[in-house]
């Protein structure tokens, strides 16, 4: 899928799942740091109000929480930076 070629969506930055296994909880707040970290907004506002565009994402829109190997997994195109992928290690041949 060619996000570029459609109108954007915009996704809010995922929140921590509290309501299921401490998996769950871990893995959601952790992908929720990966997100802030990689949009670097400057200031205060409330993250959650935050909506990131679908450009941000190889597929057009974010992968599921236990797709951590995606690289969708947190947004990674056009974030103004070279964005290290989240799987890097994983593919890496030594």
Known sequence: MESSSKDPGFFK???????ECEKTKLLSEKRRR????????????????????????VSGSPAKLFDECSP?????????????????????IA
């Open 72 to 92: 969708d997994w947190a947004p990674s195109l056009h974030l103004g930076y070279e964005a290290k992928p989240a799987n890097e290690g994983r593919y890496t």
């Open 13 to 19: 930055v995922p929140k921590v799942r509290t309501t």
């Open 34 to 57: 990966e997100w802030l970290a990689r949009i670097s907004r400057p200031g205060t506002m409330d993250p959650d109000k935050y909506r990131v565009c679908s450009r941000h994402f």
